[in-house]
């Protein structure tokens, strides 16, 4: 009997454990500056990762701590150049190996560096040639600064198990995740402290949030197409905005051509965290593409305006930090609010950049 009670007080004690989990999980989500839902957006194995790696919550705060200082010596090294040969060299690292491909080879011609390279993207190849003869020390700089990164980010994992350290490798490709998990260090050890407890049921439930997700963006993007269509006075102040936004990432060098193109291949390919972005895009640039990908709407030469996704982070963010030109287009900033407000549990770029801005101005 007695053996009995205590099979059932187990029962019982585990029952409520997971019932408390699952409300901590759930409060972790329904925040409405929660950092979760942009967490598991991603594949499976990608958000397997980020449950994994946050059991050590300890990685985060060391990897962006050597973060900060590679991305400082990258960009004192790069400093003594001009913005356009800065540009170039943050190129150049976005492509693995690159680098010490070019330190290997310096001894050859351009011509047989060209044929050597000659399977990375066009607009790269005669940056890297010309670093590659004429600035090689910079590249022997920037690899030694990549090579330290590596030496200390060994170091960190050095006694996590095999499977926490593969977690953590995986992230290294999504620079915008290590970001989020570093700079939210509660979430994150909630998160990691809850899966410890319980991996098949959180594992469960980011599961079931990553098809929430998918079904709450497909029908955000349908409200917020259909709403800016049947305003005109909207569609016309976002021509004028997306006008100065393309000019302002022209500027900054950030795309070469300002036309749409759907032949242009997206790129999924960041700056990599060890150096960081481009500190002229402003804040949270990983993925460096042309300005109407950011918006997510294009006007043809030939037609009206055409979507194809939501806005981006980095568009909300600009937009919001030009307040003498926001206040210019008050019919465009109202759309954003009350879209805003029609999707409050939403994660998607322009709702965070509006939810940060509405929040720093109470403040």
Request: glycine content about 4%.
């Amino acid at each position: 009997m007695k053996n009995l009670l205590l099979a059932f007080s187990i029962i019982l004690s585990t029952n409520l454990f997971c019932q408390n989990d699952e409300k901590i999980f759930d409060n972790l989500v329904s925040n409405d500056s929660s950092s979760v839902p942009s967490l598991f957006i991603y594949n499976d194995s990608v958000r397997t990762a980020v449950l994994i790696a946050s059991t050590y919550p300890q990685g985060f705060v060391r990897l962006s701590e050597i973060q900060k200082t590679s991305s400082a010596a990258f960009l004192k090294t790069i400093s003594k150049f001009n913005h356009s040969k800065q540009k170039q060299l943050w190129e150049i690292t976005r492509y693995p190996g690159l680098t010490t491909l070019l330190i290997q080879n310096k001894d050859k011609s351009e011509k047989e560096l060209g044929a050597l390279i000659k399977h990375y993207p066009e607009k790269i190849i005669s940056p890297a040639i010309y670093f590659a003869k004429k600035k090689y020390a910079t590249l022997v700089d920037i690899a030694n600064i990549h090579s330290e990164f590596e030496a200390h980010y060994k170091n960190v994992i050095i006694d996590f198990p095999d499977f926490v350290k593969h977690s953590f490798d995986i992230l290294l490709n999504y620079p915008e995740l290590l970001t989020i998990l570093s700079e939210n260090m509660k979430t994150t050890v909630t998160l990691g402290d809850l899966y410890k407890r319980n991996p098949q049921m959180i594992k469960r439930k980011v599961d079931s949030l990553n098809t929430e997700i998918t079904k709450a963006n497909g029908i955000e993007y349908e409200d917020w197409k259909k709403g800016i269509s049947n305003d005109t006075t909207v569609q016309k102040e976002l021509k004028q905005i997306s006008k100065k936004y393309s000019k302002d990432l022209e500027a900054d060098d950030v795309y070469d051509g300002d036309e749409y193109d759907e032949n242009i291949t997206i790129e999924l390919t960041p700056y990599p965290y060890w150096a960081g972005y481009p500190y002229w895009y402003g804040r949270n640039y990983w993925y460096p593409n042309p300005w109407w990908f950011q918006l997510g709407f294009y006007w043809p030469l030939d037609g009206g305006m055409m979507f194809f996704g939501l806005p981006s982070y980095h568009f909300g963010w600009w937009y919001y930090n030009q307040p003498r030109y926001y206040s210019r287009h008050p019919h465009t900033s109202n759309y954003f609010y009350q879209h805003y407000n029609g999707h409050r549990n939403s994660n998607s770029g322009l709702n965070r950049s509006t939810r940060e801005s509405y929040r720093g101005r109470r403040k």
